[in-house]
């Protein structure tokens, strides 16, 4: 199957790569964002994103005519949907999946469809979800025909194909890692292959639309199991006064054991949300991936409570002063290290929670962003890592960026330290 042009939807922290290495192998790509600033960003050659080597795969494709961005879609031989799925509220249950954004995206691509085009479903989904996205296309255009009713016939061919990505390796990883590539029929799976055969080289292995949009929650709800493993881990360790980093790190001595390591919750697009996707589907079966679910969401209630113990101390330690004359600063607010995603960023909820309870200042050090988020703006100081050490009184470290690794111990002289990340 020829592919002249490609239109990717959504120009965020996936599409953009995937659109950016795509047109990297002179393919002719469309981008298409709602986002009037990252359009005009884009067709400048720059990102709106951080993103090691991001910038230059997007200023070759741009110069070179291959990569272009519009607010309005299209007409191409495939369309990759990368949009987001966040939750909503229904009732009592706030980790309900919001499909808004797909079904958005389905009805906007849907005018500039024709016959023997393909469309796949990339954002991370509830199991259906690809199902419901063609019959959304189906009800906008009814001249066409689509897998659940008309099977390998279609005029359109639909899959799902999670990305599997880590942010700061991106663009390496969506050129070696292996694709869980689901088609709604086996025509479908053979049109997708092809297309992610253009940048992919890794294996592309095939399976059903429901089982690859399984794969991808399996995935995550793995990791976040493990990751709340440690960090229940580290809740038990403090209050039996063990240093849970010594612990850990004697403990995987044993060949067997790899245990990971804690820290102030866990946030990001997947890890922090996809597990919730399986709970909402399976409520009475999914009762260890909604456990540590709980677990991972109730940490950083519990590094706050560690903060005002430090605050108690401090002021016990300095009886002449009073809580509004102590100084907070927070290390890191992006969800992981060295990038500057704040997604479901456990290390921004602590500020958030942080600057509306303390009534002295609070100072941001966050080396990836040059602005606050707007929850933080006028609550709190963005400073630089001299003021940082200069100005607080006590030390949160919340992410263990490069920057913050490097810092000689003596700078934490005379420092009230909260550290979540085992750094200092």
Known sequence: MKFETISVIGLGYIGLPTAAVIASRRKKVVGVDVNQHAVDTINRGEIHIVEPELDIVVRAAVKED??????TPETADAFLIAVPTPFKAEGDNDHVPDLTYIKSASQSIAPVLKKGDLVILESTSPVGATEQMSAWLAEARPDLTFPQSHGEESDIRVAHCPERVLPGHVVRELVENDRVIGGMTAKCSAAATALYQIFVEGECITTTARTAEMAKLTENSFRDVNIAFANELSIICDKIDISVWELIRLANRHPRVNILQPGPGVGGHCIAVDPWFIVSETPEEARLIRTAREVNDGKPQWVIDKVNEAVGKYLSANPDKTAKEVTITCFGLAFKPDIDDLRESPALRIAEDIVASHPGTVLIME???????????????????????????????????????AVPKNRLENKFLVDTRGVW
């Open 367 to 405: 080396p990836n962003i040059e602005i606050l988020p707007k929850s933080l703006e006028g609550k709190a100081k963005l400073v630089m890592l001299d003021e940082a050490f200069s100005e607080t009184d006590i030390i949160l470290m919340l992410v263990d960026h490069k920057e913050f690794k």
């Open 66 to 71: 291959y990569l272009r961005a519009t607010t």
